[in-house]
């Protein structure tokens, strides 16, 4: 069985549950066993990480950028067979995916990270001179990574953005590995343990636990010792451990599910109707549709060109290769959704057919619903069936636009493609203020797969998308702050604050509010 | 019966229940009934509030602000009656605090809202010219706002800083009162509706419901058409509300309570032992008690000066008047906690006895507990006795302080006293860092009662103190933030952002995080 990652070593499991990767292009085990870890494999990763806050908490924020940056430097040496393993347990293409786009990203969003915990601007330093008050987000304690199935490295509870934000932040991570891909989880964790040891991290800063069950999540996430959480993955998980969370008043910062409306407006469906079944059909299937950011709704309005758009869309459904899901429970919840769309008034346009037994996958579906039949059911048919697989809803008239908008749950995008003509504007300026509200990122004329790690990206959105609006999961150095406490120092004596609220800006690197304004510069040069 | 403000108007509630105000100096109901609302009443503003926000979700910051100012105006009209109803209702003195401090610190908080209404920096609007992705935190959406009994104008429910924040941020507010101060919260609604009126403000902006029960106040603050709350109060009621509104996934912004604990270190002792009893015996009893920031515990090193200042706190509390409790229920819960102080394993220095029967009061009370007893029982030793009482804990040695530390439970503030000639510096620097996760504000030198209202407050602190330590309820612009959502803008078209993300600068007075650098300017000058 092989071993977990837990203060500073590779030690076994003192359980004896174990499960095996499976290869989802052939439905084939392979590898090692690795260990289902009973709860107490968990309390000794957090003490371990409550020990190691005890260390680093008072540390400056360049040696966490010094273990990120190694840490970077050793995935890199590891980066073929990374990708490699990822293939083989994900069957996400090597190329154009994990070796061209996901793990560049992965490696870009720790040095991106490593840049700001260095820089500190993240803290928002905030000084008040007068009045001897100063305050800026400090670090909030041990965190707990859970890491979704779809993103083997940008997401990685061991490498990703949540990752990569806890840490960047100075905060001890406990990683609960997704059970989907846990060889590539154990290459990320020897990079990163080789990095820890490299830059003298203490020993339970990073730590991997591969698998638990709920129940032992649940303790993890409440737990006297744990300050916060991250987590990427399904609703009904991620609500289990919200909960424990909630209830212990520990942040727990989720991305539970989203569906992704795309309105597509009458004039610009005229002007482009081809172009944009080929851009919606290719954004629906990137990645065989496991995309957090996956387009799963499409509003059209009634009418011949509808049905044009959807025939059109069928069309390359049909002709689009039928990639391979994720794992046998993808599938599964997958033909599940499409069974729940359909129940909920949804019908089959193309696809819910079962393709290739020798691997996991499901054709290519595309369902659609009448408008009146979504009001009917709005929850019911905003099923997420996570894949390959989208619903159409073919809205009735203008008005119908904007009441469907208003049923729709809290989500991470919203994309309004329209005339540039101006022939849709009235109608644009009647659905953006409700979607406005319901979604964390707004689109024009683009679909909404791409997650640019941005200063300005929010990739987040109201529950049940995630469970705080105010916070996103990408984009540097916001999702840092999801990890800090506000920490307010008054009249505390200028040798005890720490360097990046003392008059004197260290490195003049970071930017702090002092008296009103923003400036890299000391206190007495501000005034 | 009282008529509620609901969708503009002063109209009767549906219900038939009632209550009235109680003078505490005199133990006698006095005044109109006002209505404990049933549900229609609570889904009557529902209802108005989403309407209102339909309205005002796309207004710039400056209509937030002229309502706020022209409020801020009307109720200083009505000063005089405001406060002489406040002292009447809470028995808080009118001088030097409801005349003095607290109603010119309601108008400061209303109209430094107004002013980051107006200015907008508090959205932290942030621009990735490059990739074009905009994001700013726009409003939430209807706020519920639950106001304290401690602080009848500046914590208010229809004018405090909760009100001023959510109203500020774009929101609009559902007020309920406190039941212990109805008439001082009607005569700001009528100040609120007539500014609401005078500035175009939609109908159901700004509505009050004057008191509700736990299962109404748990509907509201889930419901799908409100957004968030700001609650103050007891942690019983706030963590039924709590409960439900994180089922629901709506931020629930809450300060339940806070023992404070103050250090005073060996070496300050010695050198001013008199001084330090004065400043704590004066900041435990102001307000009789009855601040979120009371130094609740005092932790000292055993020995001889230990039971000196214990005496010459006791002389202190003996010698001091006696203040009026805000009610009968903060009486009832000062005897409780006192009894339960005692249970856990505290003794009476001086106090614990009924002293006059006419008004709600009881005598200054001050408790003491050795470090052991402490730690065998320290949940039940930090039991709040909110009032005029006050534990202290004699500490063991210098090893203990940092033991105990480790045991107290979050708290808004945490003040170490030390010397200024290093004698204490060892042992700060082995406290602090504890103590420095535990407490939203960490002080020197300093008695914790005072919470200005600067930019760089915060008046918060890790759970229970309140429900999420990244948060503060007091400080502009921080406080607004909790009422924002974060909104994205990913290829928006210039002429469709808001004006504060359009490459000009409204006005130029708003700081915007342009391409990784702080600037009012517009985007091409700050390329």
């Known amino acids: 069985m092989h071993p977990l990652l837990i203060n500073g070593e590779w030690r076994p499991s003192q359980g004896k549950a174990t499960f095996r990767a499976v290869n989802p292009a052939k439905r084939q085990p392979f590898g090692e066993e690795f260990p289902i870890s009973p709860w107490e494999d968990v309390e000794e990763a957090l003490v371990a990480a409550d020990r190691a806050f005890d260390q ?34 994900t069957a996400l293409p ?7 786009v996901e793990l560049p990203r992965t490696l870009g969003q720790l040095r991106q990270a490593a840049a700001a915990a260095r820089d500190g601007s993240w803290k928002l330093p905030t000084l008040d001179t007068a009045a001897n008050i100063r305050s800026y987000l400090g670090p909030i304690g041990p965190v707990a990574v859970f890491g979704p199935n779809n993103f083997p490295c940008a997401f990685n509870s061991m490498a990703g953005g949540d990752f990569a934000a806890a840490v960047a932040a100075g905060n001890p991570v406990i990683a609960k590995g997704h059970p989907l891909h846990p060889q590539t989880t154990q290459l990320f964790a020897e990079a990163a343990h080789e990095a820890a040891e490299a830059t003298d991290m203490p020993r339970g800063f990073v730590q991997l ?92 309005k009634k009418g011949p060109l509808a049905e044009k758009f959807i025939s059109a869309v069928a069309t390359k459904f049909g ?58 059911d709005p929850i019911g048919l905003q099923t997420e069936a996570f894949g390959n697989a989208a619903l159409i809803i073919v809205v009735e008239d203008d008005e119908q636009f904007v009441e469907i908008t208003r049923h729709i749950e809290g989500s991470l995008t919203g994309c309004v493609y329209s005339s540039t003509n101006g022939r849709d504007d009235a109608l644009y300026e ?25 200063p300005a990206m929010n990739h987040g959105g109201p529950f049940p998308a995630t469970c705080h609006p105010g916070f996103t999961a990408v984009g540097i150095p916001a999702s840092l702050r999801r990890f800090g406490m506000l920490q307010c120092y008054d009249n505390v004596r200028a040798d005890r604050l720490p360097p990046l609220l003392r008059n004197e800006n260290p490195g003049q690197t970071a930017w702090r509010l002092i008296d009103g304004k923003w400036t890299q510069a000391d206190v007495n040069a501000a005034r």
Request: glycine share 8%.
């Open 56 to 89: 680093v908490k008072t540390w400056p924020g360049a040696r966490f950028a010094d273990f990120l940056e190694s840490y970077a430097a050793a995935i890199e040496l590891r980066a073929a067979e990374i990708v490699s393993m990822a293939n083989l347990e």
């Open 94 to 100: 090597v190329s154009p995916r994990l070796k061209d």
């Open 209 to 300: 636990i591969y698998h638990t069950d709920h129940e032992n999540g649940a303790r993890l996430v409440s737990h006297p010792l744990l300050a916060a959480s991250g987590y990427t993955g399904s609703r009904q998980a991620g609500l289990i451990l919200k909960s424990a969370a909630d209830q212990h008043g520990k942040p727990f910062y989720a991305e539970l599910s989203s569906v992704n409306p795309v309105y597509i407006l009458p004039g610009v469906l005229e002007e482009k109707l081809d172009a944009l079944a080929a851009e919606f059909a290719t954004s629906a299937l990137m990645g065989t549709g496991q995309f957090c950011t996956n387009p799963g709704v499409v509003l059209l």
């Open 319 to 376: 002709e689009a290769p039928v990639g391979t899901l994720l794992g046998e429970s993808t599938e599964v919840h997958l033909r599940a959704g499409i069974v729940a769309l359909q129940r909920a008034g949804a019908t089959i346009v193309t696809g819910n057919k079962p393709v290739d037994n020798s691997r996991y996958c499901y054709s290519n579906t595309l369902l659609k619903v009448a408008g009146n039949d979504f009001l009917a």
């Open 430 to 454: 009647q659905i953006e203020p409700v979607l406005r509200q319901k979604v964390g990122r707004l689109l024009n004329d683009k679909m909404p797969t791409g997650v640019a790690v941005s």
